[in-house]
């Protein structure tokens, strides 16, 4: 991909991919695009195909619904919050360091580089420790599939279809966060909010759960 982008940046600074889709590479472009939501969206990311609005990925959506969003993930992040994180942290790249050192040999990026901040942040999630390899798994089975651009996998459309497992999951997580006595953590609020006036439903909830 590098290779790619450098013959983009030889080419033009400003390269017409498809008929809906640019690649912008100076600083000052770039800052002219994302202040322009109007002219140039992220709506439906790299698709080939429309998707529904509920499906879409903070990085596929355009204000104002994008800056909404962002606002009640911020909520979650907030000082205190985060500095609550800091002993999971530190307890959890002591674990996986003695993890790697009791064995002759290990892959330091997928064992340690890559499984940490991916467990911290599923951690401010409030995924448990012992499900997060298998929601990385199959979070990395999305990404490495056909649903980035078809929206869909040889298994079916969508998330549910093409990754029922995933998407079951993910929905158990939501509904156990809209229960009165659900912990305050970033899901929860996530689960809670609204965007609008009307309240959000069950699988527009799931959809901003995938994009964190």
């Not at 509920?54 to 919050?81: I, K, Q």
């Not at 990395?140 to 995933?166: C, M, Y």
Request: charged fraction near 30%; proline fraction near 7%; include cysteine.
């Amino acid at each position: 991909m590098h290779e790619i982008v450098r013959a983009w940046r030889a080419e033009s600074p400003i390269v017409r991919l498809s008929p809906t889709l640019l690649y912008v590479a100076r600083w000052h472009d770039c800052w002219e695009v994302l202040r322009n939501p109007v002219t140039f969206g992220n709506a439906n990311g790299f698709k080939r195909v429309d998707i529904p609005e509920e499906e879409r990925m903070l990085g596929e959506m355009d204000p104002p619904r994008h800056p909404l969003l962002r606002r009640v993930m911020r909520t979650g992040f907030t000082r205190a919050f985060v500095a609550s994180q800091r002993a999971y942290a530190r307890a959890r790249a002591e674990a996986l360091v003695e993890a790697i050192a009791a064995k002759p040999s290990s892959e330091l990026v997928g064992e340690l580089c890559d499984r940490l901040p991916n467990d911290v942040s599923l951690h401010m999630l409030g995924v448990p420790e012992s499900d997060s390899q298998q929601l990385i798994d199959w979070a990395k089975e999305l990404l490495h599939s056909d649903w980035p651009a078809d929206h869909r996998s040889e298994r079916g459309e969508g998330i549910a279809g093409g990754f029922p497992e995933f998407a079951a999951y993910l929905d158990s997580l939501v509904e156990v966060r809209r229960r009165p006595d659900a912990p305050d953590d970033v899901l929860a609020r996530l689960a809670r909010a609204t965007l609008s006036t009307a309240a959000r439903s069950r699988p527009r909830c799931c959809g901003r759960s995938r994009s964190s």
